[in-house]
Every structure is written in C-alpha cells, then in structure tokens.
C-alpha cells in the first residue's frame, strides 16, 4: 500500500483544522498490521504553520472500511486535542 492510497485527509478538531500528510506505510512483519507515518500541518498565518508528527500501528483491514477510516480519524482527532508534539498511537491492539 502507498502513502497516497491511505484515505486520511484533514481533521477538524477542537484546536482547528489540521492537514493530515502520510509519509510512510510499512506493512508488520507476519500480521496485518501497517506502521504509518503522518505529518500534521496547521496554518498560523498566511506566513507560518504547526507540524506535528503522528506514528500509527492500524490493522490494514480497517483503512479499507469507511467506519474504519473514521475511527482512526477520530482517534488522531482526540489525540491532537489532548496532547502536545509528536507521539505515537497503537490502533491495532484495541477495537476502533
């Protein structure tokens, strides 16, 4: 799978709207689990942006799902709005 097969796009969040970029997909070894890498952007200004980087463990199966791909979106939303800088999340081990 490539970066710009993955349907994740922006977040509208509580602290605004944020661009969602992939970076990077790799697939897990011996499952069907996919490593991601995101950037997320914030416009300031017309000048300035935030960025954030975001790593992402998701079982494959359920970025081919709509129901899927919202609840990974929601669960990139709640973690902008409860964390500061980068981070990781562990969608893959737990229901989404």
């Not at 969602?20 to 950037?39: E, H, P, W, Y």
């Not at 081919?64 to 939303?77: H, T």
């Amino acid at each position: 799978m490539k970066p710009e097969d993955i349907g994740l796009h922006d977040v509208e969040t509580f602290k605004g709207n944020w661009g969602t970029f992939v970076q990077s997909v790799v697939k897990a070894q011996g499952n069907d689990n996919l490593f991601l890498a995101i950037i997320l952007e914030q416009n300031v200004d017309y000048e300035r942006f935030r960025m954030r980087k975001l790593e992402i463990l998701v079982f494959a199966p359920e970025l081919a799902r709509p129901a899927g791909l919202n609840g990974i979106l929601g669960q990139i939303r709640n973690w902008i709005e409860t964390t500061e800088g980068d981070g990781f999340l562990d969608l893959a081990s737990r229901s989404v």
